[in-house]
């Protein structure tokens, strides 16, 4: 199965299923020196991970990652690095009585029509549980691009359903405005429009109650980024930006900036004057009043924040029945059990926030290969 690596210069390769023994990254590309444990990653596979509240599926993972190679000392050593997540809570059984169903809004069919074969317990290699050592990946990255420019990366949601946040600064947001409410409790939807957030989580737990799910829309916002990374053609900023998203599972669609708005705007509503703040020891720090071009032009990064947006499609595993065929193309019912989300939004974040990561830590490293930034 080709398709499995992603990148160049910081390049990743994944390999497991969601029932299987576990899953495994290989990194290649990370530059040495930057300290790294499995504490550091354990930060973010926490915010993805099953179990975590009500409002999501409650699989008991602990998503612990093992440093296979790579790191000595505290510190990576400039090879290949290599990260082990194990699967602990499989429960193979809730898939016996589905294993020649196919599932409405999975890629079952599709597996099949392509391999003629697929392991058929939890998706197997088309899980969302794949995700976990992209996160852990992520977390190398985001230590790249930190150590080398400041540079943070930070998701929320912005919408459940037709509920919709008001966002208006995104630079502005805190990884505390996610990750808590303002009396200090967890803010389990990951809205950092508090009050809209405590109307999504009612939401979600009203679908979970009639056995039915929700979709909405992610927002991702990167700060400290330089101009000038991204590729001419066809390895713009945009376009590999777009692909790492669209590889996520349940992703639907992508903008970033004005986006889809700017069909109905004039060139002159969607364009951003250009200003000079001041001069550093060489030339002059410019900027744009307005961001509506997300951080991105020729799809090379601006200098101003990234901000894109992913839209998530509701979770296709219902225990309500619905209606499919078998592999040999009868008619019946099927209700998918196991442990599933009613909306797959607070544990995307995670996911999403890790694939842009890597893709700027990987046009960072290909940008320094022409040019000193």
């Keep these: 199965m080709p398709g499995n690596s992603f990148g160049q210069a910081f390049r990743i390769t994944t390999a497991g299923e969601s029932h299987g023994p576990g899953y495994v990254v290989i990194i290649d590309g990370v530059p040495p020196g930057i300290p790294l444990s499995v504490?550091?990653?354990?930060?973010?596979?926490?915010?993805r991970r099953p179990g975590q509240s009500k409002i999501v599926s409650?699989?008991?993972?602990?998503?612990?990652?093992?440093?296979?190679?790579?790191?000595f000392e505290g510190h990576t050593t400039g090879t290949s690095l290599?990260?082990?997540?194990?699967?602990?809570?499989?429960?193979?059984?809730?898939?016996?009585?589905?294993?020649?169903?196919?599932?409405p809004g999975h890629a079952d069919y599709t597996y099949d029509a392509k391999y003629g074969f697929r392991d058929y317990r939890g998706g197997g290699r088309s899980s969302a549980r794949e995700?976990?050592?992209?996160?852990?990946?992520?977390?190398?990255?985001?230590?790249?691009?930190?150590?080398?420019?400041?540079?943070?990366?930070?998701?929320?949601?912005?919408q459940v359903g037709e509920i919709c946040a008001q966002i208006p600064d995104p630079a502005a947001v805190t990884l505390n405005d996610v990750e808590q409410l303002a009396d200090g409790s967890a803010n389990i939807v990951r809205c950092p429009d508090h009050s809209t957030a405590q109307k999504m989580v009612a939401l979600i737990e009203q679908l979970r109650l009639d056995q039915d799910s929700v979709?909405?829309?992610?927002?991702?916002?990167?700060?400290?980024i330089p101009a000038g990374l991204g590729e001419p053609i066809f390895d713009k900023l945009k376009a590999d930006l777009a692909k790492a998203i669209f590889s996520l599972p349940?992703?639907?669609?992508?903008?970033?900036?004005?986006?889809?708005?700017?069909?109905?705007?004039?060139?002159?509503?969607?364009?951003?004057?250009?200003?000079?703040?001041?001069?550093?020891?060489?030339?002059?720090?410019?900027?744009t009043e307005t961001n509506r071009h997300g951080g991105m032009l020729g799809g090379i990064s601006?200098?101003?924040?990234?901000?894109l947006r992913a839209v998530v499609k509701p979770t296709s595993s219902l225990p309500k029945p619905q209606t499919t065929v078998d592999r040999e193309g009868k008619s019946t019912q099927i209700s998918t059990g196991g442990r599933h989300d009613p909306c797959l939004l607070p544990r995307f974040i995670p996911m999403a926030e890790a694939m842009v990561a890597i893709v700027l830590a990987d046009h960072l490293l290909r940008h320094r290969q022409n040019a000193a930034i």
């Design 302 to 307: 601006s200098g101003m924040p990234i901000v």
């Design 82 to 103: 290599a990260i082990l997540v194990k699967n602990r809570d499989q429960r193979s059984r809730d898939y016996t009585d589905i294993k020649d169903l196919y599932r």
């Design 250 to 287: 349940a992703v639907l669609g992508m903008e970033y900036g004005s986006g889809f708005a700017a069909a109905k705007m004039r060139g002159s509503e969607n364009n951003d004057a250009f200003v000079s703040d001041a001069t550093d020891s060489t030339r002059a720090v410019i900027r």
């Design 39 to 47: 504490e550091d990653l354990a930060v973010d596979l926490r915010r």
């Design 215 to 224: 979709g909405g829309i992610a927002e991702i916002v990167v700060t400290g």
């Design 58 to 71: 409650q699989r008991d993972e602990p998503d612990e990652a093992e440093i296979f190679s790579g790191v």
């Design 131 to 158: 995700t976990t050592v992209r996160v852990a990946a992520g977390t190398v990255a985001k230590k790249m691009l930190a150590a080398a420019h400041g540079a943070s990366v930070l998701g929320y949601v912005v």
